[in-house]
């Protein structure tokens, strides 16, 4: 069985038109979230991130967010701080305050499965993970490796996520941190195509390959609902950035188009990549400038920024 919705147009700008009346206009961007972004997967300690913020100073280089991968976390534990590297995330958090800057970390929905770990705990103990072909908690390997996956199709996991966030669980965040979901397909290191098993069994008995291309939005949505509930009379919009998406993603943020080749051909194809983003709906798109991987040269990333 197919839903087909034909949007009539008849032109282009109606048809934009009506596909944002039937999922959704991306809401008004922060200020901060349309400067300047820096992120790097290299910030191994809150001494970084603190240098690098004083170093824009003193190079009079403006920026707005400084961004930080899963090296913040204790033993990729996602809302935990490495004790060790990022000893004091609140005198971090606040420095770039002060500054006028944000902070955002990084949250995927692979959580670690480890025994001294109590969101993995209370997650298995109240079943909110995923399910495999038998019906039992499915168990795979990302970042942290062996993980299991929060199912955001159940909407008791979803009340369980936001939990998480308020400023007293997630012990370290402040006003000023705000959140980028990734590998949220899901990638899964060690599953069929780097994802999860097409028989996998979601809440409400959906199997994984009726799901699949919605799953980065309930991600995303789940995360956007946990951090617009974290702190009561706290109205604001969240900004978080994601990396899978689907129709009606555009409501909740922002979306990147994921880890790119420092080289000339991936500069040209994120132009396009990025411009049918804003004709398809979802304005608010970006692309690695300079690469993910790869170091460029001077000459490609000067190009790069001025694209």
């Not at 899963?70 to 809302?79: A, G, L, N, Q, R």
């Not at 370290?172 to 959140?179: A, D, I, R």
């Not at 995360?223 to 919009?237: D, L, N, P």
Request: charged share 25%; aromatic share 14%.
């Amino acid at each position: 069985i197919l839903d087909v919705f034909v949007f009539l147009g008849p032109t282009p700008r109606d048809l934009t038109k009506k596909y944002g009346e039937l999922t959704g206009y991306t809401a008004m961007p922060q200020e901060f979230s349309v400067g300047y972004h820096q992120c790097r997967w290299n910030y191994i300690s809150d001494d970084d991130v603190k240098d690098v913020d004083r170093r824009m100073d003193k190079y009079k280089i403006p920026y707005d967010v400084i961004w930080l991968d899963i090296e913040y976390t204790e033993e990729k534990k996602y809302f935990t701080w490495d004790p060790h590297s990022f000893a004091d995330p609140v005198g971090m958090g606040q420095q770039l305050d002060t500054h006028g800057r944000k902070l955002v970390v990084i949250i995927d929905p692979h959580i670690k499965k480890v025994d001294n770990y109590a969101i993995s705990s209370d997650m298995l103990s109240k079943d909110f993970a995923v399910h495999n072909k038998d019906d039992e908690t499915y168990e795979g390997w990302c970042w942290p490796g062996s993980s299991n996956w929060i199912d955001c199709f159940n909407p008791k996991a979803n009340e369980w996520w936001k939990t998480l966030f308020k400023y007293d669980s997630f012990k370290g965040t402040l006003e000023n941190t705000f959140l980028w979901n990734d590998m949220n397909e899901p990638s899964v290191f060690n599953g069929p195509e780097t994802t999860m098993p097409k028989d996998n069994i979601h809440f409400g008995n959906w199997e994984h390959r009726d799901i699949h291309n919605l799953n980065g939005l309930t991600f995303h949505n789940a995360s956007w609902e946990a951090m617009v509930s974290r702190k009561k009379g706290e109205k604001r919009r969240p900004f978080i950035l994601t990396r899978s998406f689907y129709s009606g993603s555009q409501r909740l943020g922002a979306m990147w188009t994921g880890d790119n080749q420092a080289n000339w051909e991936h500069l040209a194809a994120s132009v396009p990549m990025v411009l049918n983003q804003g004709i398809s709906g979802f304005p608010f798109a970006g692309a690695d400038v300079g690469g993910f991987f790869g170091n460029p040269d001077k000459d490609l990333m000067a190009r790069w920024y001025q694209a």
